[in-house]
C-alpha cells in the first residue's frame, strides 16, 4: 500500500494524486446534476487507482475513465458548461502529473504528453510590421546576379 510518508522518493513522484486535495481542488459537489457528480466520481476513482497501483496518470487513462475517447474528453472539456468545468479540472490533474514528471530523470514521455495539451519547447517569434513581397523579390533577384 502507498504511504507519502514511507514509500520511496519515484513513487511520490507518481502518485501526485491525494483524495482530500482533489476534493479541495473541486469543492463539494453534492450540488451538481447527477450526471456531473457520476463524472467526477468516476474521474476521482481513476486518479485513486493510479495512486494505489502507482501508475501513470494519463488523459487517455482519464478519458476511458469517463467513457469518453480522447478526442470527445478534449472536445467536451471545452464546452461552457458545468461538465466542461469539470473536465477541464481533471484535465489539469493530469496536466500536473506530466509536469512534475519533467522535474525526474527521464521526461521525454511526460513531455510529449504536455504537447498533446498544447505546450510548446520552442520559442515562437512574431514578426509586426508592414511585409512588401515586391521588394523581397527584387531583393532576391539582386542575389542571384
Known sequence: MYDAKTSPPSTRLIVPFER??????????SHLPDADRHLIDLA?????NCKIKTLP????GLAMAVK????ELFSKSKDDTITGYNLRKALTICEKFAEQQLYTGSS??????LKNLGWKDKQETELRGDFNLTMLLKAIKIEDK
Open 20 to 29: 482530500e486535495n482533489f476534493l479541495a481542488y473541486y469543492g463539494d459537489y
Open 108 to 113: 521525454a514521455g511526460a513531455q510529449f504528453a
Open 68 to 71: 469518453m475517447t480522447r478526442d
Open 44 to 48: 476521482l476513482t481513476y486518479f485513486e
Open 57 to 60: 496518470i494519463t488523459t487517455a
